[in-house]
């Protein structure tokens, strides 16, 4: 349990380094800024069209006696926007980073100089377009997984009691772990970690990627936030994952002198 706590620490000290770093954090604002306004019109044409696809995908219903008809296909068009809202989350800061993969690789690297003790930080050595394939790439995967889980999740969704209270717990959880990987890919895929063994990394210490990913996921949920914090997620995820590889972590003390100290998680 104590992963928790920590995760959750890397999360509030990426932001504090966003704030302290104007110039970094306004560049990483505008990815987010583009991916929201397509994804909010996205959104809003499920709310306004959503009833009509359930309608369409259930034919059956349009004989049910009043009011059960309508009472089906309502909960069914709730049930789809909060899977679509889900999918949305986790998907969101996969083509953030994607749109701003060179905003967000200096963002990364300028972190891992902050705080490496002999002020250096590792380099792909690739080319920008390979570094775009490969995130693209990975992130297509890691939204196939989390689509899995969501079509899981939807099914669940019916299971009286159960889908009322414990899958929306699972399902935070479980946008909080393929959150992290997202936001953690940035830093090591520029160590050469592929998707298989960030996956295993991240799966070995799960409790520190929810302390991490969770409260992140749930703060994405409030409009406009997501852009906000998404300069500071990467800058804390770059701290996680020097974590996960026992890469030692340093920063200034709180009297802003040169000198640094080693960070206890």
């Known amino acids: 349990m104590r992963d928790l706590g920590v995760g959750f ?7 504090r380094w966003a704030a302290r770093n104007g110039r970094q954090y306004g560049f990483g604002l505008l990815p987010g800024l583009i991916t929201l306004v397509l994804y909010a019109a996205a959104l809003v044409a499920l709310a306004l069209w959503g009833d009509d696809v359930v309608a369409w995908a259930t034919p059956f219903a349009d004989d049910w006696d009043s009011p059960w008809g309508g009472l089906f296909r309502g909960f069914l068009t709730a049930v789809l926007f909060a899977l679509a809202l889900l999918l949305a989350v986790v998907t969101f800061t996969a083509v953030t980073l994607l749109v701003g993969q060179p905003f967000y690789e200096s963002l990364s690297e300028r972190v891992d100089r902050d705080v490496s003790p002999d002020g250096s930080a590792p380099e792909s050595g690739l080319p920008l377009w390979r570094e775009l394939w490969i995130s693209a790439r990975d992130s297509l995967r ?3 997984r989390a689509a899995l889980w969501g079509i899981l999740l939807f099914g669940l969704g019916f299971v009286p009691f ?3 209270t414990v899958v929306p717990v699972i399902g ?7 959150l992290t990987e997202e936001l953690a890919a940035v830093a090591l895929q520029r160590r050469g970690v592929e998707l298989r063994e960030r996956l295993t990394l ?8 929810w302390g991490f990913g ?13 852009v906000f914090l998404m300069p500071g997620a990467v800058a804390g995820a770059t701290l996680l994952a020097r974590d996960l590889l026992g890469e030692e972590i340093t920063e200034e003390r709180d009297d802003d002198t040169p000198e640094a100290k080693r960070l206890t998680p």
């Open 202 to 209: 991240l799966r070995s210490r799960k409790t520190l990627v």
């Open 172 to 178: 935070f959880f479980v946008t909080g772990f393929f």
């Open 9 to 15: 620490g890397y999360l509030l000290k990426g932001q």
């Open 162 to 164: 159960v889908g009322q």
């Open 214 to 226: 969770t409260p992140l996921g749930l703060s994405f949920l409030v409009p406009f936030v997501a």
């Open 142 to 144: 890691i939204v196939v």
